[in-house]
């Protein structure tokens, strides 16, 4: 309840990839294709040949599909909407992971206080909430890595050679998760064998089926990019790209040197460990917090100190943590993207685990003010989830709506389809509007104005333009606004009132 509460309300907006996740899932919903006519891929081309013609450094935009297979499951049974698709990652984040968190720790501490805990660690952390909410594909690895974990956990305590081939099919189905799973399941791979290792039940049987189940799974991906290799070159071209605001490693790498990347290394690595980002602020990106709480809740700082410290009586479940905390944040170093949690999902993770485990401890202590302390944590941590959740579902959502569509798309959207316009005119680049627009209209069942819409690059080109016809202008655009036979029919505005674009329509 609380992770689909609201979903059509918070976030306010769509972000671009949400829309454009949502089209092609709408089509493979109804076709078993994508916008661009592939049946059922195992990567999804963003492009669609009947939206705006853009053209991007790297090609093809392709995304791995599980986000958008999910939200394609979803829009079988339920109408296109702004809650529909946010489901699928709302029920993973907070449903299935809060689950497999459970069972994880159970399988590692064997302390079902230290399971509820970390699950509820988890369920209540910020980050997760708001990442969670959104339909977009980075909540789609941690199920994968879970699985993984618990397959590990497992197989230490009783090295049965089907968990280790189930181990390798959950990380080969990982794979088709999200982009940082093609470095993630392979290591999580290497981590079974380790793990194994250490605890002297690897055999030559685990590692030959562990291997067979992941290339048995990845084997639809392999010989599809076989076929299609420049989808390939695409996804490395796009990680090669980076955020606005920071270098991706290789940037920094050919700009400044061997100096400049260790630097902006050191940099990007250790904002994921930062306390403020952790604890306090959570992250840079108006979208991703509140701005007044972490991506976890205040007490989980003292609590997964706790934890960590206190699981180094068992070396081998201490490594795990360890490892899995050093290893999360690696890809988006490589990306170069600081304090953006969903890039470092992992750490939701080992921070809950560890952090339940911590409770136990303290539950489990001798003296009565270790006890005391526990139920002290866990009452705040309900206290501070209760104030981020209520802010959650008022001042974020209006003052987060900028960061995801800073074009407040959705009303214009309503705007030109209560006008019955003869045709619709789209700026191009304007901020993705053509997956949204095929979204809005969809969702309206108006697929006919989808299929009177025009795109211009300059007002000139809509001179000829037939009478009660509509033309959305950035309200930017003085110049534009003041076009000969249109007149101003409406004005987009922002939740906060400002004005975003003008819906002008054609007198004669």
């Known amino acids: 309840m609380l992770y689909t509460y609201g979903l059509d309300r918070v976030p306010a907006y ?5 829309a454009h996740f949502s089209v092609h899932a709408a089509s493979l919903a109804k076709t078993g294709r994508n916008l661009n006519g592939q049946l059922l891929p195992p990567l999804i081309s963003l492009e669609d040949p009947e939206g705006e013609p853009i053209t991007v450094p ?49 399988a590692l501490f064997r302390n079902r206080i230290a399971a509820g805990a970390s699950a509820a660690v988890l369920a209540l952390a910020p980050g997760n909430m708001i990442i969670s909410r959104q339909a977009i594909d980075s909540v789609c690895q941690p199920p994968f890595v879970l699985g993984a974990l618990w397959c590990i956990a497992t197989y230490m305590r009783k090295p049965d050679p089907r968990i280790a081939l189930l181990c390798g099919v959950i990380l080969g189905c990982g794979i088709y998760a999200y982009i940082t799973s093609t470095f993630f399941m392979p290591f999580y791979l290497a981590l079974f064998w380790l793990t194994a290792w250490r605890a002297n039940v690897l055999d030559r049987r685990a590692i030959v089926l562990s291997i067979a189940g992941f290339a048995l799974a990845i084997a639809p991906m392999v010989l599809w990019l076989i076929a299609h290799p420049d989808a390939a070159h695409s996804l490395q071209l796009q990680y090669n790209r980076a955020d606005p605001g920071s270098p991706t490693l290789m940037q920094a790498w050919s700009s400044g040197g061997i100096t400049m990347a260790i630097a902006s290394t050191l940099h990007i690595y250790w904002s994921y460990f930062d306390p403020t980002f952790l604890f306090v ?57 600081p304090y953006a949690i969903q890039r470092a999902s992992g750490l939701l993770i080992y921070v809950s685990l560890a952090a339940g485990f911590g409770v136990a401890w303290l539950c489990a202590s001798p003296h009565r003010s270790m006890r005391a302390a526990a139920i002290a944590l866990v009452v705040m941590m309900a206290w501070q989830f209760t104030g981020f959740y209520r802010r959650y579902h008022t001042t974020y959502r209006v003052g987060s709506a900028f960061a995801y569509d800073s074009t407040a798309f959705r009303d214009a959207a309503e705007l030109i389809i209560k006008s019955e316009p003869a045709t619709v005119y789209l700026p191009l680049n304007y901020y993705d509007v053509g997956a949204k627009w095929r979204f809005y209209t969809t969702k309206s069942h108006r697929e006919d104005l989808w299929q009177r819409t025009r795109y211009f690059a300059d007002v000139a080109e809509l001179a000829d333009a037939a009478r009660d016809s509509i033309a959305l202008i950035p309200h930017s655009d003085t110049n534009a606004r003041a076009i000969s036979g249109w007149s101003t029919a409406a004005v987009a505005t922002r939740m906060t009132g400002e004005p975003t674009a003008a819906v002008m329509r054609k007198q004669d």
């Open 58 to 106: 790297w090609g093809t935009t392709y995304y791995l599909p599980l986000g958008m297979y999910l939200i394609a499951g979803a829009l079988k049974v339920m109408p296109l909407s702004e809650a529909v698709v946010r489901t699928p990652s709302a029920l993973l984040g907070g449903v299935i992971n809060v689950a497999l968190i459970y069972a994880v720790a159970l």
């Open 281 to 337: 602020q959570g992250g840079n990106a108006r979208n991703l917090s509140t701005g007044d709480a972490g991506v976890f809740l205040f007490a989980v700082a003292i609590l997964a100190p706790i934890g960590l410290i206190q699981s180094r009586h068992n070396k081998l479940v201490f490594m795990l943590l360890v490892i899995g905390l050093v290893v999360s944040p690696v890809p988006a170093v490589i990306k170069g993207a």
């Open 14 to 18: 769509l972000t671009l990839d949400e």
